[in-house]
């Protein structure tokens, strides 16, 4: 019972979030899903239903680099990784779609360190 309000209210959250928020070619949208034991952030293209760029802890390039993959120091390896890899394919603009998590902790990591490697949000 708890679970299934749980996740209603989280739905809701992330509906509140995603109305405001869609990626262009222009402009794509950088979207964060984290778990108790990983985070995955990857940049999205609304228009065209598709992924352009992604990185999570689960990696193997960047498996070693960030382990473990559940705390703020991993979140700012993936934002960067995440930023480079954008930056490789010219991606300079995104937009922060922070899903439904607060922005603070490992999403905030996250979105710190995509900014300092030099993605504009």
């Known amino acids: 019972m708890k679970t ?3 996740k209603k209210a989280a739905l809701r959250r992330k509906r ?3 109305r405001k928020i869609s990626g262009t070619p222009e402009r794509p ?3 964060v899903f984290r778990s108790n034991r990983h985070i995955y952030a990857q940049i999205i293209d609304d228009a065209a239903g598709v992924t352009l760029v992604a990185t999570s802890t689960h990696a193997k390039d960047l498996r070693e680099q ?3 993959g559940g705390n703020r120091k991993a979140a700012a390896g993936i934002g960067e990784a995440l930023a480079k890899k954008a930056l490789d394919m010219g991606i300079k603009c995104v937009c922060f779609d922070r899903n439904r998590y607060q922005y603070h902790g490992r999403v905030k990591s996250l979105a710190e360190a995509a900014r300092k490697a030099g993605l504009a949000f």
């Open 4 to 6: 299934q309000r749980h």
């Open 16 to 18: 509140h979030v995603r």
């Open 29 to 31: 949208r950088l979207s």
């Open 66 to 68: 960030v382990a473990p």
